[in-house]
């Protein structure tokens, strides 16, 4: 069974830095392109990075993002990552993952999610 599992969420102040993981089990993950979304009550899902499955893979950012946060893997511990750094408020938000099959179209999992909270 797939799972992909987040972590590193929480309360941060504005400027600061937060480090998320996502585990995953079931799959290998050097199969896979690696993404990050969030979402805010209402709204719908962004997506703000993005890391195709080679390990020195290609990346791309949302502009709201860019050159804030950096997506990475490590494919041997089967774990993608998210450094955020300067953080704003408006990142507030719940953060999944998503891994997507480069090699069976429409095979996606997601993780449940982690909380951002940016405030003072």
Known sequence: QVQLVESGGGLV?????????????????????????????GAERELIAGMTRAGGGTTNYADSVKGRFTISRDNAKNTA??????????????YYCNAESEQIPGQVYWGRGTQVTVSS
């Open 13 to 41: 102040q504005p400027g600061g830095s937060l480090r998320l993981s996502c585990v995953t089990f079931g799959l290998t993950l050097s199969n896979y392109a690696m993404k990050w979304y969030r979402q805010v009550p």
């Open 81 to 94: 990552f998210l450094q955020m750094t300067r953080l704003k408020p408006e990142d507030t938000a719940v």
